[in-house]
């Protein structure tokens, strides 16, 4: 079964910008990996940011933006808020299943 | 009001055997496809398990596969996840969730705990 990796941290300061990535052990993550972001925050259910690579839902802020960058899924935060600490899950889907990735978590100081 | 509730989760001795169940409501159930997905204490998810339409195509995880079983009723919302020789890793919140276009939509989830 494939590996996902997301980076395991990163830190953004209020307002900056930083850009999580999402790799598959396989080879590049395109397209046809429907690659989707979930943003879980202690004790919630996770929800649903971006789908199929770039499509954000109606209660995705627009500072959320996905995109495939360098041969990996790429979810970019730009305009950090306090209330964007969380952990960051990409997940993509092959023949053989769905993978999460191991999640990132996001500290916003 | 998209409801997906999940049941059945408790305590359970390694090796043993437990059902889950997730009502569904508020949304189309009968062509949507299915996810089990569990999320160990404060650890990533991982996703367990996928069923299509019609339970056409089931697919498993590596970690389970062979021990956990996907099915689901159409006459009556519901998904089910039937888990044997359970192992203490098994120790889990246990989530159903929509697939592609459903995707948004996960239940509360149940806790399962293997454990002596």
């Known amino acids: 079964q494939a590996v996902v990796t997301q980076e395991p941290s990163l830190t953004v300061s209020p307002g900056g910008t930083v850009t999580l990535t999402c790799g598959s052990s396989t080879g590049a993550v395109t397209s046809g990996h429907y690659p989707y972001w979930f943003q879980q925050k202690p004790g919630q259910v996770p929800t649903t940011l971006i789908y199929?690579?770039?499509n954000r839902h109606p209660w995705t802020p627009a500072r959320f933006s996905g995109s495939l960058l360098g041969g990996k899924a790429a979810l970019t935060l730009s305009g950090a808020q306090p209330e964007d600490e969380a952990d960051y899950y990409c997940y993509l889907f092959y023949s053989g299943g769905r993978v999460f990735g191991g999640g990132t978590k996001l500290t916003v100081l | 009001e998209v409801q997906l509730v999940e049941f059945g989760g408790g305590l359970v001795q390694p090796g043993g055997s437990l059902r889950l169940s997730c009502a569904a409501s508020?949304?189309?159930?009968?062509?949507?496809?299915m996810n089990w997905v569990r999320q160990a204490p404060g650890k990533g998810l991982e996703w367990i398990s996928y069923i299509t339409r019609g339970g056409t195509t089931i697919k498993y995880a590596d970690s389970v596969k062979g021990r956990f079983f996907t099915s689901r009723d159409d006459a009556k919302n519901t998904l089910y996840l039937q888990m044997n020789s359970l192992r203490v890793e098994d120790t889990a919140v246990y989530y159903c969730a929509g697939d592609g276009g459903n995707s948004q939509n996960w239940g509360r989830g149940t806790l399962v705990i293997v454990s002596s």
């Open positions: 199929d690579t770039k």
């Open positions: 508020g949304f189309a159930f009968v062509p949507a496809s």
